[in-house]
């Protein structure tokens, strides 16, 4: 509930504070004096939209910070968010910049907007007179019946919610199939080829650099015998000429006659002769090369055939072998999922049917569901009106079959049959605003008796009205203040009269304060509203005589 609300510097508002108890308040006023005001500062720590008129002329911004004590839920939503709670009270605050962005705290941690809006969902319900008009719409018609269904049928209206977006992901599931079905036949077609050619051409990582050095070597034979063979002549030209090898081995043995007058040549001796032996068996290396160089016409066309058909399987795919064969353990995995996949036209049409199927299965239950409740929000509501001097009243909802939809399988329709002569008729075409406002408190009355929702603010709810009907309202009011707390703006006595805590909204100049009154001036402010002199002791008792016949009304709640 809300216990407090602090404003500074919002519209006619300079500076105020208003206290909220439990029970019914009334907030009244001389017309124009702020009292609308006062709601849309509520509305701002609700999360409303804030506009930057709203500010008071000089000032830079305008603040407001409420006190509000939240259900165990509300109180852990609010501490996830890192809000300070205080013996599960928070404080909210919001500022309006005259130029700028606003901004809201939540428990002194700064939150956008939105999260005050989220919470106010769940923590206070707003009645004004665009209420009324919206009342007549279809949506808002629809949402207030399913909220007389209580939990059970909002878990119903879930299911059926869930179903209907399931057999739109079906349909669009199969749309998207039907249109590619052309498309997926030729990626399996391309895939499969690919795939196996691969596999038969036996694809190694790295065999790329291995076949073109080896139609490099086979490609120039020739050339390689050339230089190959000067080579070895060099290193061992044979016994007809003096070769490098010949050479090296007498300056061996020149070296070994040295070693006898100097011992230190002992270690270059043994390097040469080291090396004289390596140089033999790398002359002996080359002839075996030589020998093995043979033209082979068959495997160099085999060789520029796979490096052919590796580069046509390259194309597109991969820029080596190893990123290649990367790719076909990819395009396997693909056709797998293609071939297997149950995403075919012909599965996706099975699947839409079921999904149609389910919609209608719920759909059915839901149906019923509203019939149950219509049939019981129809006669609470009426006997309402009954006791809103409308005796002859009935009203009346029609559930009217339709095309399966996101809401369900019918449409809803509130009527008012004013009087049994009279044809029942549709709330946007025959009620008027006091019918509506009657209307409106009869189904709030109803649906309070049920709702989790701690506070309820009415903004003039009972315009239109008056006489013995206003009395009504203000007893119904009441009545919903016994489970609730209740804030009501009011210009009918008849009304203010039942509340627990009665508030004046007055205007001093330029500026507006709220206080509560009490005894005597609560008595003034009742003639004052009956249009009376405030000096006459007529209106003055018509008032206590008001505030005795409230009081003994409501004894009887």
């Known amino acids: 509930m809300i216990h407090s609300i602090a404003i500074a510097s919002l519209g006619v508002i300079e500076a105020t504070d208003v206290e909220f108890g439990p029970g019914l308040t009334v907030l009244t006023g001389e017309t124009g004096a702020g009292k609308t005001m006062v709601l849309t500062s509520v509305n701002l720590l609700l999360g409303r939209r804030a506009d930057p008129g709203l500010v008071r002329a000089g000032h830079s911004a305008a603040t407001v910070d409420g006190i509000f004590s939240l259900t165990p839920a509300l109180a852990n939503r609010a501490e996830e968010l890192g809000a300070h709670m205080d013996d599960e009270e928070i404080i909210v605050s919001r500022t309006v910049a005259a130029q700028g962005r606003s901004r809201a705290h939540l428990g002194g941690r700064p ?203 390259l194309r597109g795919r991969a820029s080596d072998t190893t990123e290649l064969l990367e790719w076909y353990e990819k395009a396997q995995q693909r056709l797998d999922l293609l071939e297997n996949s149950r995403h075919t036209p012909e599965e996706c049409q099975r699947a839409l049917e079921e999904a149609k199927e389910e919609v209608v299965r719920i759909g059915a239950e839901l149906t019923a569901a509203r019939q149950h409740y219509a049939t019981s929000l129809c006669d609470a509501v009426t006997t309402e009106l009954h006791a809103l001097a409308m005796p002859n009243a009935r009203f009346i909802i029609e559930l009217t079959p339709r095309k399966p939809g996101p809401h369900g399988c019918e449409d809803v329709t509130f009527l008012l049959q004013a009087h049994p002569s009279m044809q029942a008729r549709p709330l946007g075409q025959g009620a008027s605003g006091g019918e509506l406002s009657r209307i409106m408190l009869a189904l709030e009355v109803v649906l309070g008796q049920g709702s989790t929702s701690p506070t309820y603010i009415f903004d003039e709810v009972d315009a239109g009205i008056g006489g013995r009907t206003a009395t009504e309202v203000g007893r119904r009011l009441a009545k919903l203040a016994r489970h609730k707390q209740v804030i009501v703006v009011t210009h009918l006595p008849q009304v203010a009269a039942f509340a627990a805590q009665h508030l004046v909204v007055n205007k001093d100049g330029a500026s507006t304060t709220v206080r509560a009154v009490d005894g005597e001036d609560r008595i003034e402010e009742l003639a004052r509203m009956m249009g009376a002199d405030e000096a006459s002791d007529v209106a003055r008792r018509h008032a206590q005589e008001l505030l005795n016949s409230a009081s003994m009304e409501e004894s009887r709640l």
């Open 111 to 313: 939150v956008p907007a939105a999260v005050l809006a989220e919470i106010a969902d769940e923590l206070v319900t707003i009645h004004g007179q665009a209420d009324q008009l919206e009342l007549r719409a279809a949506n808002a018609q629809r949402d207030t019946l399913d909220a007389h269904g209580g939990a059970a049928h909002a878990a119903l209206l879930a299911s059926y919610t869930q179903a209907w977006a399931r057999a739109v992901a079906a349909k669009r599931a199969f749309d998207e199939a039907l249109n590619s079905h052309e498309d997926r036949s030729a990626e399996i077609e391309s895939l499969r080829g690919a795939i196996t050619a691969i596999a038969e051409l036996n694809v190694q990582a790295g065999e790329e650099d291995d076949l073109r050095a080896e139609t490099e070597r086979l490609t120039n034979i020739e050339d390689l015998r050339q230089y190959i063979g000067k080579a070895q002549a060099i290193l061992a030209a044979g016994e007809s000429s003096s070769s490098a090898l010949d050479l090296v081995r007498h300056s061996l043995e020149e070296l070994r006659h040295a070693t006898r007058f100097d011992p230190s040549l002992e270690a270059t001796y043994e390097r040469l002769n080291s090396l004289c032996l390596e140089l033999d068996a790398f002359a002996d290396d080359l002839a075996h090369y030589l020998r093995g160089l043979e033209a082979d016409p068959a495997r160099l066309a085999a060789l520029h055939d796979r490096r052919a058909a590796l580069r046509e399987l």
